[in-house]
C-alpha cells in the first residue's frame, strides 16, 4: 500500500474495501453465510466490519447463516447476491467452514457468489485441486484475498474466479475510539493454537508484558454461554431470535476486547486481529509472523505504513533479548 500525504494510511484502506461495491452494489440483497458463533475475537471483529459495510453503504441481509444454522437445502431468490464471510480459514486447515463454501459454490450454480477478504492455505495440494475443481464449474465468483501470494494462488488455480486483492473487512470500522487511558506497558497478545510459531515460543520465554490469547479473554461464563448459542443453533431453535442474541452478545464481546486493548500502551501480537484492533485503536504495536506468513504477507501488503506498527522477523541468530528491545 502507498502512502497518501496527509492522510491516515487507515483511512486509505477502509477507501480500498469500496472496491467490494463493483460486484456487490449498493442496495443489494444478499444472504450473508458462514458468520462466525465461536469465541475468536478475531473473526468476531471481521464480523463486525462486515456488517458495518452492509449498513454503509446500503446493502440489505435479507439472512444469514452460520456454519451450526445453514439447513441441508436452502431457497435463495436468483437476485440476491451471496456473500460468504472472510478470515484466515480458506484451506484445509478448518475444513467445516470449507466445506460449507465448496456446497455454496456447488449448490448454487446460478448465483453471484462473493467470497469476502480471504486468506489461502493448504497443506495438501490435492485438497486444493479439490477446491478447484468445484469451483471452476461456477462463472460467477468473486473472490477477495488479502495478500499477493494468495492472489497467486488463486489465480493459478481458479480459472473462472474473478480474483480480488482487499485488505480485511476489519478496517470498515476504523476509527475506533479507546474506552480507556493505558495503565499498563506490555500486552502480549499471543495465539494458542496450530499457527503458533518457535520464535514466539521464545519470547514467551521472556515473561514479559501480560500474556492473553481471544481464548483467555473470554471468561469461562463467557465461553459457556457461545457454546449455547452455537448449540441453539445447531439445534434449530424457533423459540428465541439466535441470530439477533449472538449479535447482541458479539457487541459485548468486542467491546471486551477493545477495553483490554485500551488498557496498554504497546501490543505485541501473532495474531492478525490482535495488529488490526491495535491499529483500529492507533495504538503502538509489534507484529510476529504465524506459522504459515499469513501476518508477514499482511504487513507487507497493508499496514507497513502506519507508524505505530511494526513487524519483527526474528533471524535465526537473534536473541529474545535483542528482540524485546525491539518492542520497548
Not at 108 to 113: G, L, M
Not at 121 to 130: G, L
Not at 234 to 248: F, T, Y
Request: hydrophobic fraction near 35%.
Amino acid at each position: 500500500m502507498q502512502n497518501v500525504p496527509n492522510v491516515h494510511p487507515m483511512d486509505v484502506l477502509k477507501k480500498e474495501l469500496l472496491h467490494i461495491l463493483n460486484v456487490i452494489p449498493p442496495g443489494s440483497s444478499i444472504y450473508y453465510i458462514d458468520y462466525p458463533v465461536y469465541n475468536n475475537g478475531g473473526d468476531i471483529l471481521i464480523m463486525k466490519g462486515a456488517e458495518a459495510f452492509f449498513r454503509d453503504n446500503g446493502i440489505r441481509v435479507k439472512a444469514r447463516y452460520s456454519v451450526h444454522d445453514f439447513p441441508e437445502t436452502l431457497m435463495i431468490p436468483k437476485n440476491h447476491i451471496i456473500v460468504l464471510h472472510g478470515g484466515g480459514n480458506f484451506g484445509d486447515l478448518y475444513p467445516v467452514h470449507q466445506r460449507l463454501r465448496e456446497k455454496i459454490v456447488a449448490s448454487y450454480p446460478n448465483h453471484r457468489i462473493v467470497i469476502l477478504p480471504q486468506t489461502i492455505f493448504y497443506k495438501k495440494e490435492s485438497e486444493f485441486d479439490r477446491t478447484a475443481h468445484i469451483f471452476n464449474r461456477h462463472n460467477d465468483v468473486h473472490l477477495f484475498v488479502r495478500d499477493p501470494l494468495s492472489y497467486e494462488m488463486a489465480t493459478m488455480k481458479f480459472h473462472l474466479c474473478s480474483v480480488y486483492l482487499s485488505p480485511d473487512m476489519a478496517h470498515q470500522l476504523w476509527p475506533i475510539l479507546p474506552k480507556s487511558s493505558p495503565g499498563k506497558d506490555l500486552l502480549c497478545f499471543f495465539r494458542t493454537d496450530i499457527e503458533k510459531t518457535k520464535e514466539q515460543e521464545q519470547l514467551e520465554e521472556s515473561g514479559r508484558g501480560d500474556f492473553l490469547d481471544w481464548a483467555s479473554l473470554y471468561n469461562r461464563v463467557e465461553k459457556k454461554s457461545i457454546n449455547m448459542i452455537a448449540n441453539m443453533m445447531r439445534k434449530g431453535s424457533r423459540m428465541l431470535p439466535m441470530q439477533a442474541i449472538w449479535g447482541k452478545y458479539t457487541d459485548y464481546l468486542m467491546d471486551k476486547a477493545v477495553k483490554r486493548f485500551s488498557g496498554y500502551r504497546n501490543v505485541q501480537t501473532s495474531r492478525l486481529h490482535g495488529h488490526i484492533l491495535s491499529c483500529l485503536l492507533d495504538k503502538p504495536n509489534t507484529l510476529l509472523d504465524n506459522s504459515y506468513g499469513k501476518n508477514s504477507n499482511y504487513y507487507n501488503t497493508w499496514t507497513r505504513g502506519i507508524k505505530s506498527a511494526q513487524l519483527v522477523e526474528m533471524s535465526k541468530g537473534q536473541s529474545v533479548d535483542s528482540t524485546a528491545s525491539q518492542i520497548s
